[in-house]
């Protein structure tokens, strides 16, 4: 067993701190709050029978009731069916959008980091600039060109959130490659690369799981914002912000077909925020 064993084992959790994850009443409710939402996106068949595309003139403008807790659109169709529905395209886009995130900001981070000098300047210099820049604006330019889609949500979302994520992944990098255990590798005659790939990689990404896990929600409630101002997914598509964007045409008379869709958006929200909290202080416990 190598002397560099110890620091670069991953955390194990105990049995006591999935007690006492367990015992955390918010932790337990957004975990199972996202469990649902990850089964709505995966299975929605078990959560409804219902279409989400069956029209019922009769039952337009519904209120809330038994037969339909969420409501009905102007046309009758399920808003609860079209929620669970549309958990699919939400997640889908922000798993993807996060992913496209975190993939440009590994490679501008490490590459800054490991390389310094004029790289780390020109790098550090160009994402002070697109940190800067609004994400409106780069959404609206990418729409204007490519038009509204999934695929342009999730690249609008990725490439306006990366710049956060790559200054946050240069300074881990730049903060674990200090450590003596690097040093320690490198003075035992591991290559350059053999070092990066099982000593900096994960131990400077480890304390970013937490922080993928809240942008995850972050991306949702972006790539919702842009479909409410109806530059994302078009109708019919039971996407969530693309039920807000519908829904905003009887805010003042059907308040359900707004308030209720947004309300699943906030909570998945937070439920995401307090999950990545959650696993932010477990990562902290064990790496101290």
Excluded: C, K
């Excluded at 007690?19 to 996202?34: I, Q």
């Excluded at 469990?35 to 995966?42: I, N, R, S």
């Excluded at 994520?165 to 591991?190: D, K, P, S, T």
């Excluded at 099982?198 to 896990?213: D, E, G, I, S, Y």
């Amino acid at each position: 067993m190598s002397a560099l064993a110890p620091s670069l084992r991953l955390p194990v959790v105990g049995l006591a701190r999935l007690t006492a994850l367990r015992a955390r009443p918010s932790t337990v409710l957004a975990l199972g709050f996202v469990g649902l939402v990850v089964v709505a996106a995966v299975a929605p068949g078990v959560l409804t029978d219902r279409s989400p595309t069956a029209i019922d003139f009769p039952s337009a403008l519904a209120a809330p009731s038994w037969s339909h807790p969420f409501g009905t659109d102007e046309v009758g169709r399920d808003l609860l069916t079209r929620v669970i529905h549309g958990a699919r395209l939400s997640l889908g886009i922000g798993l993807g959008a996060t992913a496209l995130a975190m993939s440009i900001a590994i490679v501008l981070g490490f590459a800054a980091a490991l390389a310094g000098g004029i790289v780390d300047t020109l790098i550090t210099r160009v994402l002070e600039v697109a940190f800067a820049f609004p994400a409106l604006l780069l959404a609206l330019l990418l729409i204007a060109i490519f038009g509204p889609s999934a695929t342009t949500q999730v690249i609008a979302v990725g490439i306006g959130s990366a710049p956060g994520y790559a200054r946050m992944v240069r300074g881990q990098v730049l903060n674990v490659r200090q450590a003596g255990y690097i040093e320690a590798a490198a003075a035992l005659g591991h290559g350059r690369w053999t070092v990066i790939r099982r000593h900096l990689f994960p131990n400077a990404m480890r304390p970013l799981v937490a922080v993928v896990t809240l942008g995850v929600g972050q991306s949702i409630v972006w790539a919702s914002s842009l479909a409410f101002l109806g530059l994302g997914i078009a109708p019919p598509n039971p996407e969530w912000g693309a039920l807000l964007d519908a829904g905003r045409l009887y805010i003042t008379t059907s308040w359900w077909l707004e308030i209720l869709p947004g309300l699943v958006i906030v909570v998945f929200a937070v439920s995401v925020t307090t999950l990545g909290r959650t696993l932010q202080r477990r990562l902290e416990g064990a790496g101290r």
